[in-house]
């Protein structure tokens, strides 16, 4: 027969004396309500005056001197200071000087402290037990491997344990890795579920970044690339508010029994030896084994399972990276040194770009609507913008160029704008070299240049250059070739002869004409 020991004999007798009923006194001593129930009736048997009772069964504390009762706590007066000063988080040793300062307590300290410690009782947290249908729930976490040889520095280091557990038959997944990120967070998502065969209709999480970017109660914000993952698998994430790990009790005690049984004092070379291990146990003894709640086999409930979950997609998910920018006064964003045409997006707008292995997608930044898709550039500077979308009304800097092109002739106003209706914003690398070349050299050299360019339908930079290179230098050599100078007029020469000759010349015309006779109207016609 058990022996119960004298001390918890005295603090059952003085519960049943305050009147506290049987199975509050069972809650606090621990004490089984039979037990109490045979001290009540042997203390009701001795006498009320009997404090604690005495049988050949149960040790008794000896009886408490006649006389001495049960009086209240000196602080009973004071509970409402005591209780708000506790409520601030305060210790007994603050709350018994401010009771001597202030309140005129004349007690010991250690009343303060036992009263305290009656405030601070914790009652037990209540947790319910979660159930949920067929293939509806999975849970996922990180937990830590068993040490491993990492191969860069030589040295046994543990790795991160990735486990997704179906929260039905309790059946695992399980991988090591070195690093976690987004997308390494997302393809552990993807093995899972082809592992498993379908995927469930929820998905527990913490708020890890990989998972969880804005930890919210009501509305929190994912991991576009983990989004888009899930979305991609019809599946819907459910992440469990911070600070509760019990809401996915199941992984965590997947992990617990893994570092526990199946990973506790091992060591492995290499991560696929370790990944290689733990599929081993998970399907000879993890699976096999018959779960303490369920009291069914693990792998009897994954089959039942298997068939309600949902299907798999064809083919796997895309991985992209996703990042913003700025449109350009050409319509165009600039990803990886090249141009990508981004219309309907306003300029000067923020828009969201998705890049795939082999090309990316232009989304708004708000409402996440595709607006363009393009093919990933061929090589760095190259321009992804289509004829169609090169014109559009100049701003002020195209302006200022066809101004200065003006300032130069109209032929060269004439090629630049030609250029910039065919080109687009695109086109003002070539404009800025002609306008450019005035600088350098005599505008009416650029200006004759661009006028025979014009006319041999050649609308090309280096070859305005080089005609104005060539017109140059032949200005040049001209410079050296001697220069026929001008004759001054003079009025005395040899091969001039005197006036008065040229007088006598016309005096004998018109005596000569004044002699001739006078046309008659019948020689007229």
């Known amino acids: 027969m058990n022996v119960l020991k004298p001390h918890k004999k005295t603090t059952i007798a003085t519960l049943i004396e305050r009147g506290l009923s049987q199975r509050e006194i069972e809650r606090i001593s621990g004490v089984n309500r039979r037990t109490i129930r045979a001290i009540q009736q042997e203390m009701a048997a001795r006498g009320a005056n009997c404090s604690t009772p005495s049988t050949g069964s149960i040790q008794s504390a000896p009886p408490r001197p006649p006389g001495r009762k049960w009086s209240p706590s000196a602080c009973e007066p004071h509970r409402a200071f005591i209780e708000a000063q506790v409520l601030l988080r305060r210790n007994a040793t603050a709350i018994y000087q401010d009771l001597v300062d202030h309140h005129g307590f004349t007690a010991a300290y250690a009343s303060v402290k036992r009263f305290v410690r009656t405030l601070k009782r914790v009652e037990p947290e209540q947790f319910d037990r979660l159930e949920f249908g067929i293939a509806e729930e999975c849970q996922v976490d990180y937990g830590e491997g068993a040490p491993t040889l990492d191969p860069k520095t030589g040295r046994y280091r543990k790795p991160r344990l990735f486990v997704m557990t179906l929260r039905y038959s309790r059946r695992s997944f399980r991988r090591v890795v ?112 018959i779960h303490g709640t369920a009291r069914r086999q693990v792998e009897a409930l994954f089959q039942e399972e298997r068939s309600a979950l949902l299907p798999l997609p064809l083919q796997g998910f895309a991985y992209f990276t996703e990042f913003e920018r700025t449109v350009a006064d050409d319509t165009c964003i600039r990803v990886d040194h090249s141009s990508y045409a981004a219309r309907p997006a306003r300029i000067g707008s923020q828009v969201l770009v998705r890049q795939f292995e082999h090309h990316l997608e232009i989304r708004d930044r708000h409402s996440q609507q595709l607006l363009r898709t393009h093919a990933r550039a061929p090589r760095p500077g190259s321009v992804i913008l289509p004829d169609g979308e090169r014109l559009f009304n100049p701003s002020r800097e195209t302006r200022r160029i066809l101004a200065q092109a003006a300032d130069i002739g109209p032929s060269a106003a004439r090629l630049c704008q030609d250029l910039f209706e065919r080109d687009g914003r695109v086109g003002q690398r070539r404009l800025w070299g002609i306008v450019g070349l005035a600088r350098k050299y005599p505008r009416r050299l650029v200006e004759r240049a661009c006028a025979m360019a014009l006319r041999e339908g050649v609308q090309s930079y280096l070859h305005i250059k080089a005609l104005t290179e060539r017109l140059f230098s032949d200005a040049l050599a001209g410079m050296d070739e001697p220069i026929q100078g001008e004759l001054l007029l003079t009025q005395a020469d040899p091969l001039i002869r005197d006036g008065e000759d040229y007088a006598d010349l016309f005096t004998r015309g018109a005596q000569q004409s004044a002699a001739l006779p006078s046309p008659t109207q019948e020689d007229t016609p």
């Open 178 to 289: 070195w690093q976690s990120g987004q997308e390494i967070w997302a393809q552990l998502h993807e093995q899972a579920w082809r592992y498993f065969g379908g995927c469930t209709r929820y998905v527990v999480l913490d708020n890890l970044r990989e998972g969880v970017i804005k930890p919210d109660l009501y509305e929190p914000q994912l991991n576009p690339v983990y989004g888009a993952v899930l979305a991609h698998y019809g599946v819907i994430a459910d992440p469990a508010r911070v600070k509760d790990p019990n809401r996915k009790g199941a992984v965590e005690n997947a992990i617990q029994h893994t570092q526990s049984t199946a990973l506790k004092g091992r060591r492995f070379d290499s991560l696929e030896e370790q990944n290689a291990h733990l599929e081993h146990w998970e399907t000879r003894w993890a699976a096999t084994r």
